[in-house]
């Protein structure tokens, strides 16, 4: 069974790089059908995807966060991270890892981490 | 400002039947299938409905979804109190290039 585990500083002072390390157990990061999205929420707030990346080297990001977002994949580690920089107290959220499944008709995000509650304050 | 639009809220009575819509353009639900995702309380949302109408392994068939142009819903018939949570539509969006959700709606029963 495939579980997702999301780690990283719990706070993250004002222009200051959040990073997050999004750990795969029970599977490959290298599997061809998958790819390694980050979503966040704000507190109270909906769902905002900010980009993915296959574990070959393609990613796409939210254009609103575009500039600011890195997205990269340790294969020797089986891990999935993410940087965000220049934060501002409007980052803070709840960061999910999750992946998505692409095939045999499915093209969803199938499996979730549990999340993990990034604050940015001084 | 979601790009997919969902009303904020819905209620129902246990065993009653409720609809939550989700509505977007041609870009996103128009031309590309629509997932949709329940999250209970403090919890990770998971995957209850893909490619417009299919339920995962272990989604019961009170929860079905469908899919016209450029708008989607889902339905859930013989309402549960276990069906409260918060649930959140989904379509890869080509014009943006990227994943876009509703705002999600609160479901409550009451």
């Known amino acids: 069974q495939v579980q997702l585990q999301e780690s990283g500083p719990g706070l993250v002072k004002p222009s200051q790089t959040l990073s997050l390390t999004c750990t795969v157990s029970?599977?490959?990061?290298?599997?061809?059908?998958?790819?390694w999205n980050w979503i966040r929420q704000p507190a109270g707030k909906g769902l905002e995807w900010i980009g993915r990346?296959?574990?070959?080297?393609?990613?796409n990001y939210n254009p609103s966060l575009k500039s600011r977002v890195a997205i990269s994949v340790d294969t020797s580690k089986n891990q999935v991270s993410l940087k965000l920089s220049s934060v501002t107290a409007a980052d803070t959220a709840v960061y999910y890892c999750a992946r998505r499944y692409y095939g045999s008709g499915v093209d969803a995000f199938d499996i979730w981490g549990p999340g993990t509650m990034v604050t940015v304050s001084s | 400002q979601s790009v997919l639009t969902q009303p904020p809220s819905a209620s129902g009575t246990p065993g009653q039947r409720v609809t939550i819509s989700c509505s977007g353009s041609s870009s996103n639900i128009g031309g590309n299938t629509v997932n949709w995702y329940q999250q209970l309380p403090g919890t990770a949302p998971q995957l209850l409905i893909y490619n417009n109408n299919q339920r995962p392994s272990g989604v019961p068939d009170r929860y079905s979804g469908s899919k016209s142009g450029t708008s989607a819903s889902l339905a859930i018939s013989g309402l549960q109190s276990e069906d409260e949570a918060d649930y959140y539509c989904a379509a890869w969006d080509d014009i943006l290039n990227g994943w876009v959700f509703g705002g999600g709606t609160k479901l409550t029963v009451l």
């Open positions: 990346m296959y574990f070959s080297g393609g990613t």
């Open positions: 029970g599977g490959s990061v290298s599997s061809g059908t998958y790819y």
